[in-house]
C-alpha cells in the first residue's frame, strides 16, 4: 500500500509550516494517530482534555500568528472542543479543528458516537466546515480549511471519517468536476484609499482633545502608534487583547480601558473631543465617549466591525501598520500639548494610586500587591496569560509590560480555564522564553490542575523550563461573587461561591514539580525570585484575601445603590467595608 490518506494530510500540513498539533487520541482518529509514526517533522502534544487542546492552537495563534491546529476523536471528543475553537473564533484568531467521524457506510445509521459534526460546527467554523469523503478530496479540503482560517482570522473544521483515515491516498485526476489546489499564503497590503485617508487627516487634524484606543489588530503596529499619539499630543489607550501592542512603561500610555480599566483611560475618554480607533473591537460603549461629543475614526482590516461601537466618521478598512504608515505624513504637528501633560499627569498620579491600593493590608495577602511585585521582575520578551475573573483585573492594571514581552487571554469570549493551556502552548512556540500564568483559584481548579499533568509530561523539553503558574488562593469565584454584590445587589451566595479546599503547591510537588506556598505579604517578592530562578516549573500559591474589591475606573450610582444593598445582607460585610474604604481612600489621599 501507498501512502494512506492520514499520512498525506499530515504531511500536507507540514507544507503549510504546520509543526505540532495539540490533541487527545480516540479511536475515531486512530488512522491519524498511526501516521504520526510515519511522518517525521510534526509532533503530536498530548494534552489532558480535548477543550485544553482548542485552548492551546487559539494560543499559538496569538502569540505567533500562525495557524493553530487541534485535532479530536469523533462524537465526545469532536464535542468537547468547541469551547477553545469559540474562544479562537471570537478573538478572529486562525485555528483548524480536525475531528474523526463514523465510518462513511455507518453515517445516518444512529451508530455509535455518530454526532452531526457539519451542523455541529456550522456555527464555529461558519467560513469552511466538510467532511472529507474520499481520498481526492483530502488535498484539497486541507489546503482551504488552512487558507480561510489565515485570510478570514477564524475558525475552519475537516470531519474525517474513520474508514477513510486507511485509505490509500489518491491525488484528483485531470478531469471534469476535480479540484487541483496548492499551499501557500501571504497577507496583502490592505491601504484605504487616498480619499479617505485625507479625510482622517483632516478630521484628526482639526481636533483639539485626540484620543487613541488599540486593540489586538494593532499588534504590529508599536512604532506607527506611538509615532502618531506623539503627532497628535495625546496618549494611548489599550484595549485588553491589546495590552502588548504598546509597552506600559511609556509615560503617555494611560493602560487598559472598561471595568478592568484605569483612571487615566476613563479621563482620556471622557474629555476627548475625537477618537482613533485602531484595530480593536473593544465591546463596552459605555466606556467610550458619549455618541456625538467625539468625532471618529476607526482603522480595522475586517470592514465588518467598523463603527460598530461608535458612530465614526471615518472609516478606514486596512492594516493597522499599513494605514499609519500612509496616514502619517497627512497629519499635522500640534504645538498645544496641554491636553497630553494633562493626561500624563493623571498616568503619574495612577501608577501612585496603584502602589498605594497594592500595599493596603489585606488577610492575608492582597492580591494586587502579587502582580505589583512581580511587574519589575518581569524577564524580558516574557510571555504572560491571564485568566478571566478577578485575576484580570490585577493583571490588566498592576503589570507594566515592557517591548518585546507577549500577553493575552480569553477576550470576548472571557471563558474561565484558558489561563494554563495558554501558557504551555507559548512554551512549545517559543521554549527559550519565561511563560506565566495569572490564574485564579476558580479556574485552577475547572482545568489548570489537570493541565499541570501536560507540563510534568513534556517540560523538559524546552531549552528552558521556566514555567511559572501564580494561582490566587481565595476559596471565592471572586469575580461573580463581586459582580452579585455591586450589578445585582446581592450577597455572596456561598452555596454557589465557596470553593472547595485544595493544596495547589503541595500538588505540584507531588508532581514533581516546584510548589511554593505563599501566606504572607513579605514573602511575596522573594517567592516570586525563587521561582524566577527555578531550575524547572513552578506554581506559586498566594492566600490572598477575596473582599479586596476590583474597582472599575469610576462607580456609577446605581451600582453604589446596589453595592450598598448588598452589604445589608452580606455576612462577610465587615471585611467588604473594611478593604473598599481602603481603597477608595488611597484614591483621595495619594
Not at 474525517?160 to 476535480?178: G, I, K, N, W, Y
Not at 482613533?276 to 465617549?289: C, D, H, R, T, V
Not at 507540563?455 to 469565584?477: F, G, Q, T
Not at 507531588?510 to 516549573?537: F, T
Request: charged share 25%; aromatic share 8%.
Amino acid at each position: 500500500m501507498g501512502q494512506s490518506t492520514s499520512e498525506f494530510l499530515l504531511e500536507r500540513l507540514k507544507e503549510w509550516g504546520v509543526r505540532r498539533i495539540y490533541g487527545y487520541p480516540g479511536d475515531g482518529i486512530n488512522g491519524i494517530m498511526g501516521a504520526f509514526e510515519r511522518v517525521e517533522g510534526l509532533q503530536f502534544i498530548q494534552v489532558r482534555h480535548e477543550e485544553m487542546a482548542a485552548f492551546m492552537a487559539c494560543a499559538h495563534a496569538k502569540y505567533t500568528g500562525e495557524v493553530g491546529v487541534c485535532l479530536a476523536t469523533s462524537g465526545p471528543g469532536a464535542i468537547h472542543l468547541l469551547n477553545g475553537l469559540y474562544d479562537a473564533k471570537l478573538d478572529h484568531q486562525p485555528v483548524v479543528a480536525i475531528v474523526g467521524q463514523s465510518s462513511r457506510l455507518a453515517i445516518g445509521g444512529a451508530y455509535q458516537q455518530e454526532v452531526d459534526l457539519q451542523s455541529l460546527f456550522k456555527d464555529v467554523a461558519s467560513e469552511f466546515v466538510s467532511t472529507a469523503m474520499a481520498p481526492a478530496q483530502v488535498r484539497h479540503l486541507v489546503d482551504r480549511a488552512v487558507r480561510v482560517a489565515l485570510a478570514e482570522r477564524t475558525v475552519t473544521c475537516i470531519v474525517f471519517p474513520h474508514d477513510l483515515q486507511e485509505e490509500e491516498m489518491a491525488q484528483p485526476p485531470r478531469a471534469h468536476s476535480t479540484i487541483h489546489s496548492g499551499t501557500g499564503w501571504t497577507s496583502p497590503r490592505v491601504i484605504p484609499r487616498d480619499e479617505d485617508l485625507r479625510r482622517a487627516a483632516d478630521l484628526l487634524n482639526a481636533c483639539a482633545k485626540p484620543a487613541v484606543l488599540v486593540g489586538a489588530g494593532a499588534m504590529r503596529a508599536t512604532d506607527e502608534i506611538i509615532e502618531v499619539a506623539g503627532i497628535l499630543g495625546t496618549c494611548i489607550a489599550k484595549a485588553l487583547l491589546g495590552k502588548s501592542a504598546v509597552p506600559d512603561d511609556l509615560p503617555f500610555v494611560t493602560g487598559s480601558i472598561g471595568l478592568l480599566g484605569t483612571k487615566p483611560s476613563d479621563v482620556m475618554m471622557n474629555e476627548c473631543d475625537a477618537l482613533l480607533m485602531i484595530g480593536s473591537n473593544f465591546p463596552y460603549s459605555e466606556f467610550l465617549p458619549k455618541a456625538g461629543k467625539a468625532r471618529g475614526v476607526q482603522i480595522d482590516i475586517d470592514g465588518r466591525m467598523l463603527s460598530l461601537r461608535y458612530p465614526m466618521e471615518v472609516n478606514l478598512i486596512g492594516d493597522s501598520r499599513e494605514t499609519l504608515r500612509a496616514l502619517i505624513p497627512l497629519l499635522q504637528r500640534k504645538t498645544d500639548r496641554s491636553w497630553r501633560e494633562k493626561l500624563e499627569n493623571e498616568i503619574r498620579e495612577w501608577w501612585k494610586l496603584l502602589e498605594a491600593r497594592a500595599m493596603d493590608e489585606a488577610k492575608p495577602i492582597n492580591p494586587q500587591r502579587v502582580f505589583w511585585e512581580l511587574s519589575p521582575k518581569l524577564p524580558d520578551r516574557c510571555i504572560l496569560s491571564a485568566d478571566s475573573g478577578s485575576v484580570a483585573s490585577w493583571y490588566a492594571r498592576d503589570l507594566k509590560f515592557r517591548r518585546g514581552m507577549l500577553g493575552s487571554l480569553s477576550g470576548n469570549l472571557a471563558t474561565m480555564g484558558p489561563g494554563v493551556p495558554y501558557v504551555i502552548a507559548a512554551k512549545f512556540a517559543f521554549p527559550d522564553r519565561v511563560a506565566i500564568a495569572c490564574v485564579g483559584d476558580g479556574a485552577m481548579q475547572m482545568n489548570g490542575i489537570n493541565e499541570l499533568i501536560t507540563i510534568k509530561k513534556y517540560w523538559r523539553e524546552w531549552s528552558d523550563p521556566r514555567l511559572i503558574i501564580a494561582v490566587l488562593h481565595n476559596d471565592d469565584l471572586n469575580m461573580v461573587t463581586w459582580e452579585q454584590r455591586v450589578m445585582a445587589g446581592d450577597p455572596k451566595f456561598d452555596a454557589s461561591q465557596k470553593l472547595p479546599e485544595f493544596g495547589y503547591a503541595k500538588y505540584a510537588e507531588m508532581l514533581g514539580l516546584r510548589g511554593i506556598r505563599v501566606d504572607h505579604p513579605e514573602r511575596i517578592a522573594d517567592a516570586w525570585n525563587q521561582a524566577l530562578n527555578e531550575s524547572r516549573p513552578t506554581l506559586l500559591e498566594f492566600i490572598t484575601d477575596p473582599e479586596v474589591p476590583p474597582l472599575p475606573p469610576h462607580i456609577t450610582a446605581e451600582q453604589a445603590k446596589s453595592f450598598l444593598w448588598s452589604l445589608l445582607r452580606d455576612p462577610a460585610r465587615g471585611a467588604m467595608i473594611k478593604q473598599s474604604m481602603k481603597q477608595m481612600l488611597d484614591a483621595i489621599t495619594k
